[in-house]
């Protein structure tokens, strides 16, 4: 009962918010505008070696790759010397060591994944009409999620902390929505935590949320393509056909997505999804709520072992890119990223998820069809995790979906 009742609140309380929005979607979205996000890639370097293993065991090797992505998630600038931004980063390749107990010769291999996010104030000062130079100071979040011997002893322990987060960064604007950018980022090292400290300079991009002009919103205006305001839709899951696409989106070799240690057999789904903003064709976002439940294959896939069923609350972004329209429908491709989500189990087919918050991942494909594109269909695949912001991370991989909804 308090599951339902959940619903029924979170679908009102995001209705009545919305009824207050912008009504204009074809203008930035007031929570955007001033906005900004960045996206860089560089070289981390955390010394990781004998100093973090626990009494008893011996370092063989250890090899620390030294690709990482540094993401600023959300960035406001207040003026134009003072920003607040929210940011995560992590290496491309986790920490291998190979280690042995005391005494013996049997060398063991395990990896420790570690991720650094922070919420940072930012100082510019510009430097003429196209440079500005950064510095950046505030709280970082380290989480360190270490590893066990065969035993359950733990050799490297698990940590997640809060510290200090520096850094400074030179920046050229292309124009006021782009910029390319130098990075350096610095936080030190804790003792208590038996943790090294972790550097990371890099180059990438920075792109600012500007508003549109009316003569930008009049393009769209008479663009003459039907952009649905807000849709529900219900939507089934089943792995009747395997993992095959979440398997071929997440491996080595085309990594775009997320795949999951605990696999969903099927399951089923209620969405609420509203337009907040879009271009005149190509571009749009939307915000979302989900309720989903679900039920698993087992643990290792064996039915025998006990099939598990949980069931997941999220509040969702949706990113759209309208790739073809025609006179019988109107395709695209979405993606939802990071969307905040209550999990009802944190150990599902025995694999360790965490906590009971965690993230919903979504990426697939849709149409909207009709005269006035009332009806809409989509297929899509899932993923949920946290991101690593907790120490245990077994992540839940979501099979094939099909939804079926109606706009209004």
Not at 89 to 113: E, F, H, L
Not at 200 to 212: H, L, Q, W
Not at 306 to 327: A, D, H, M
């Amino acid at each position: 009962m308090r599951f339902y009742l959940a619903i029924v609140v979170l679908f009102s309380l995001f209705i009545s918010l919305s009824a207050v929005a912008q009504d204009e979607r074809s203008q930035i979205p007031p929570v955007l505008q001033k906005s900004y996000f960045e996206v860089n890639l560089g070289y981390i370097n955390y010394p990781f070696g004998a100093e973090q293993l626990e009494t008893g065991y011996e370092l063989v090797d250890v090899q620390v790759p030294h690709m990482a992505v540094r993401l600023v998630l959300w960035g406001y600038d207040f003026n134009d010397y003072l920003s607040a931004q929210l940011t995560y980063m992590r290496p491309v390749g986790w920490v291998k060591y190979q280690y042995n107990q005391a005494g013996s010769t049997i060398v063991n291999r395990k990896s420790v994944w570690t991720n650094v996010g922070g919420f940072t104030l930012k100082g510019k000062l510009p430097i003429g009409e196209k440079f500005s130079v950064y510095g950046e100071g505030g709280l970082g979040i380290i989480t360190r999620a270490g590893f066990e011997d065969n035993s359950g002893n733990p050799v490297v322990k698990d940590a997640n902390y809060a510290t200090f987060l520096f850094g400074a960064g030179l920046k050229y604007h292309i124009n006021k929505k782009w910029a390319l950018q130098l990075v350096s980022n610095y936080s030190p090292s804790s003792a208590k935590r038996n943790q090294p400290y972790t550097s990371f300079v890099g180059t990438g991009f920075s792109y600012n949320f500007i508003p549109y002009t009316d003569k930008q919103i009049q393009k769209t205006a008479e663009g003459g393509m039907i952009h649905p305001k807000q849709w529900l839709q219900i939507g089934y899951s089943s792995n009747i056909i395997g993992y095959g696409v979440n398997n071929f989106v997440s491996n080595q070799y085309f990594p775009i997505f997320w795949g999951g240690n605990a696999h969903v057999k099927q399951g089923i789904s209620l969405n609420y999804q509203r337009n907040v903003f879009h271009s005149a064709k190509f571009f749009a976002i939307d915000w979302g709520i989900n309720a989903s439940a679900w039920q698993t294959t087992g643990i290792n896939g064996n039915t025998t072992n006990g099939e598990e069923s949980f069931f997941t609350l999220s509040l969702f972004p949706v990113f759209r890119l309208n790739f073809l329209q025609t006179k019988l429908f109107d395709a695209y491709f979405y993606y939802t990223v990071a969307a905040p989500t209550f999990i009802s189990k944190k150990i599902i087919d025995g694999y360790d998820t965490g906590e009971k918050f965690t993230f919903m991942d979504n990426m697939g494909a849709g149409i909207f069809f009709g005269d006035d594109r009332r009806y809409n269909a989509e297929l899509k695949i899932g993923h949920y995790s946290n991101g690593n912001i907790f120490p245990n991370n077994e992540a839940v991989k979501i099979p094939l979906s099909l939804n079926v909804g109606y706009a209004f």
